[in-house]
Each structure stands twice: as C-alpha cells, then as structure tokens.
C-alpha cells in the first residue's frame, strides 16, 4: 500500500477510536456539562421532613424535576440548626448532583450566631436563586389568655423567664425570629431547643411550652384548625393563607419586621454550563401557575420577578449577615 494511503488509514482509525467529545473538541467536564444531569440529583433540605423547608423543597424539587427531565430526591439532614445538612452541601462534589436548601438562617443568621461556623454563606456558595419568600410570625399554645399581639407582648414581659419558648437551635430562624421579637419588647424568656418544628409544635400542642417563632408556612394548617393561636405577621401585607391574622405593624410593633426566604445553592465550584441550567431551572419553575399556587396555600410565594435569580440572592445573604450580626452584638451586650 502506497506510504500517504497508509498514513490516511492509519489516522481514520485514530480518528474513529477518540471519544465522541474530542471529536467535537470537548474536553471530558464539557462534555459532561452538555449532557447534565444523567441521572438523580439530591437535594439536601437540612431540617426534618415535615416542616416549611422540607415542603418548599419538595415544591420546587418536583417542579425542577420535570424541567430538568431527572428526578430530584429530597435528603433530610437535620442537627444544629441547619448547620450540619449546610456543611454537607457544602462539601459535596460539585458536579451539579447535589443542591441544597437553604435560607435566612443556615445561609446569612448562623455565622452572625457562630463565627466559627464550619461554612462562610457569603463565600463557600454557587447560589442558585431564591424560590420561596414567607412572613414569620408568632405561634402560641391556644390555652394561653391572651387574644393579640399588644396582649401577648403585655402577658410576655410580665412572665418574663417564666415564659417557656421553642426554637431549632441556635441561629435557627425560629431562634432568630423570637430573638429580634424579644428585643423590641424588652423581655427574655426561657428557650427550650428542638430538632425541627414537628418536635417544637407537638409540645406546644401538649401545653409543654408557650409557643415558638417560625414560618406562617409552617403553621397553616394548625392555625386553620384552631389548635394554636398566631399573632403579628412580620411582613408588609398579611398572609394569604392567614388574611385575619394582623401584621406586626397592625398589632403595634413595626420593627418586628421579617420576611424569611428560601433558595438554592450548590457547592463552589459548579462547571458554569451546570450552573447555567440549574439557575434557568429555578426561574422557570418559578413561572408555573402550579408552583405558585402550592406556595400561596402554605402561606408563602414565589419571589416577584426583581428577586429573582442567582445575583439577588447572593447580595440578600450578604446584606442579611450584616443585618443579623448586628441583633445578634445586640443581644449579647445587653446580657452582659
């Protein structure tokens, strides 16, 4: 065989044996990035299931899903407030099949608690853009005599350490929550720590505790039924979900002001193509009429279009950092 038609058989079957991706000058994680994802991804929801977290993650996971064309399975990793499913989301590969919840507590409020938070929220994150904003508002026990906000910020100061208060932990948004509400009125309770929000409202339910600060997301049902007693929804507008609950301003006290949000992150370090998709996943599961309105029957929404996306969630968690550290100084220099 002539030496040029051996030398062009010899490079056809060079040619034929490459991968596909360098055919078309792909390197290996460009490749992959293409064809993301193959297969399931986790999301770390770092709080027991059955709460305001676990749901909204359980929202937008269906509705990714279907985006996405892979199914995403929710992973409950609860312990120190949120902090030990956040370290690990933090420290998982980051190839786009592990996401994680996270939200006004695990990802701004901790670090302001803890400084030696095995996590920097502003740095160790690929946020991926907020999917949930919810009021918080006080929670109480339905045997307690008190009927308002006014009421209870009376009833509260005269109790005093006498009044017993549940939260998750500490830097907890219900821990965060009832940190800035007994700051206004000048009065310190007794707090008792659960691992999530079914422990903390079975014993309120039980009458074990007064009550606890969380998500109106997180109480719907129990304050439809009337089996406890809510007070001050700490956003500009009532609750959808709650209309003839007053807002805190309505009950006298402004500055207990807190519209908690939820979003998604991924580990630094995403390949940009990855992160391109999973950000577009969010804004268009955001868009389904669906999604929207299983947030608006748990007492939340989906984020109207100017908080949307991954660049207003990474400035929220850095503006809410310095927020929270500054009640956190607070707090701490008044119990000296």
Request: net charge positive.
């Amino acid at each position: 065989m002539p030496a040029p038609r051996r030398a062009l058989r010899l490079l056809g079957l060079l040619l034929g044996s490459l991968p596909a991706a360098v055919m078309l000058g792909l390197t290996a994680p460009q490749a992959a990035a293409q064809a993301y994802p193959e297969r399931t991804i986790t999301l770390i929801v770092p709080f027991a299931a059955g709460g305001a977290a676990d749901t909204a993650a359980r929202i937008m996971g269906d509705a990714m899903s279907k985006i996405l064309g892979k199914a995403i399975v929710i992973e409950n990793v609860a312990g120190a407030g949120g902090a030990t499913g956040t370290l690990r989301g933090k420290n998982a590969p980051p190839d786009g099949y592990t996401i994680g919840l996270g939200h006004m507590g695990t990802n701004a409020a901790a670090i302001a608690v803890n400084p030696k938070l095995p996590y920097d929220p502003r740095t160790d994150f690929d946020y991926l853009g907020l999917v949930n904003l919810t009021p918080n508002l006080l929670i109480v026990r339905n045997t307690l005599p008190v009927g308002t906000l006014q009421e209870f910020t009376v009833f509260a100061k005269a109790k005093g350490k006498d009044l017993k208060m549940g939260h998750n932990g500490i830097g907890s948004l219900s821990h965060l929550t009832c940190l800035l509400y007994f700051q206004l009125i000048d009065a310190e309770p007794t707090y008792v720590v659960y691992r999530g929000f079914g422990q903390t409202i079975n014993d309120i339910l039980s009458g074990s505790i007064d009550g606890t600060c969380d998500l109106a997301a997180s109480v719907v049902g129990h304050a439809q039924g009337g089996s406890v007693k809510v007070f001050g929804v700490a956003a500009d507008e009532r609750s959808a979900a709650l209309p003839d609950v007053p807002t805190s301003a309505e009950g006298g006290l402004p500055a207990f002001k807190i519209e908690s949000w939820l979003g998604l992150y991924a580990p630094k370090g995403l390949p940009d193509a990855i992160r391109a998709k999973l950000r577009a996943a969010v804004l268009k599961a955001q868009e389904d009429p669906v999604v929207q309105k299983r947030f608006a029957d748990i007492g939340g929404a989906v984020p109207p279009p100017e908080k949307r996306g991954a660049d207003y969630m990474t400035a929220l968690v850095a503006g809410d950092v310095a927020r929270w550290i500054a009640v956190v100084n607070k707090a701490a220099a008044s119990s000296r």
